[in-house]
């Protein structure tokens, strides 16, 4: 289904305002709690983070090889074999994110100038088939948030672990 130009907005919105929501939820972490996992194959808010800049830097490729190629295949990757590659606990934060703003921000400034027709462009992801450019903003839009959500939730249980 096709977005009107008003849902698109409110998403290219989301989306913008992503890295100052994924930053708010990383500054209530203990610096005790960063490295903290909620359970053996459930991530840090330090690796929340190092994986969100990889994701960028994913998206960041995808919306443009959408936007740009004819008949686009985007590649999947394997998230946590990512996290695990790359040692994420060992990758320092800062870096990571100044990734996710810098990207974030470069791409921003494209989707926002994109005509009503490069909207309905579309490619195959390999994992997911049929993709298109507001498939794309749909997931983007909503990806810092949920990661967000999802360092919160961290420090919660990391506050409830410690009470008993």
């Not at 992801?125 to 993709?131: A, F, L, N, Q």
Request: with cysteine; glycine share 4%.
């Amino acid at each position: 289904m096709t977005l009107s130009r008003s849902e698109r907005e409110q998403l290219i919105a989301q989306y913008a305002a992503g890295p100052a929501r994924l930053k708010t939820a990383l500054a209530k972490v203990p610096k005790d709690a960063m490295m903290w996992r909620p359970a053996p194959r459930e991530w840090s808010a330090h690796e929340i983070v190092c994986h969100c800049a990889d994701s960028e830097t994913n998206a960041y490729a995808r919306i443009r090889y959408l936007l740009a190629e004819k008949d686009p295949v985007l590649q999947g990757y394997d998230q946590d074999q990512w996290a695990r590659s790359f040692d994420y606990h060992s990758h320092p934060l800062e870096p990571a994110l100044a990734v996710v703003e810098a990207v974030r921000a470069n791409t921003l400034a494209l989707i926002g100038r994109l005509p009503e027709t490069a909207w309905t462009r579309e490619g195959r992801h390999t994992e997911s088939g049929r993709y298109t450019a507001e498939d794309w903003l749909k997931i983007y839009a909503d990806h810092l948030e949920g990661h967000a959500r999802q360092i919160e939730k961290n420090v919660e249980l990391w506050q409830a672990a410690r009470r008993r």
